[in-house]
């Protein structure tokens, strides 16, 4: 599985962003997608998962209202992409984000254990 990652920029405080992730491989619909985001010198952390389906959702408390993690898919020529929706942003939420990608037996949007990674976008946000 590869992901890349792409929409990140630099926007004020209270602006909207659309993150987006591609993925590419086999068997993209028995992953569960995962975003999350670091700040250099801090840890990785959770923010968004969605389940294989799509049908269940899971947030970081400090997100939850303001941002939104979706999945799409074309039959057609497997271009599958994650997105995540970000409203409302703080400058406190400026880092780099990443998307990343588990295989899921059952359908649930975990906060851990991601196997594969993208490597970022970033996402600055001015006060």
């Known amino acids: 599985v590869q992901l890349q990652a792409s929409g990140g920029g630099l926007v004020q405080a209270g602006d909207s962003l659309r993150l987006s992730c591609a993925v590419s491989?086999?068997?993209?619909?028995?992953?569960?997608m995962g975003w999350f985001r670091q700040v250099p010198g801090k840890e990785r952390e959770f923010v968004a998962a969605?389940?294989?389906?799509?049908?269940?959702?899971?947030?970081?408390?400090s997100v939850k209202g303001r941002f939104t993690i979706s999945r799409d898919s074309t039959m057609n020529n497997a271009k599958n992409t994650v997105h995540l929706q970000m409203t409302s942003l703080k400058s406190e939420e400026t880092a780099v984000y990443y998307c990343?990608?588990?295989?899921?037996?059952?359908?649930?949007?975990?906060?851990?254990?991601?196997?594969?990674w993208g490597q970022g976008t970033q996402v600055t946000v001015s006060s």
């Open positions: 990343a990608a588990r295989w899921a037996g059952w359908d649930a949007a975990p906060a851990e254990g991601y196997e594969y």
């Open positions: 491989g086999r068997a993209y619909d028995t992953y569960a």
């Open positions: 969605i389940s294989r389906s799509g049908r269940k959702l899971g947030y970081a408390d």
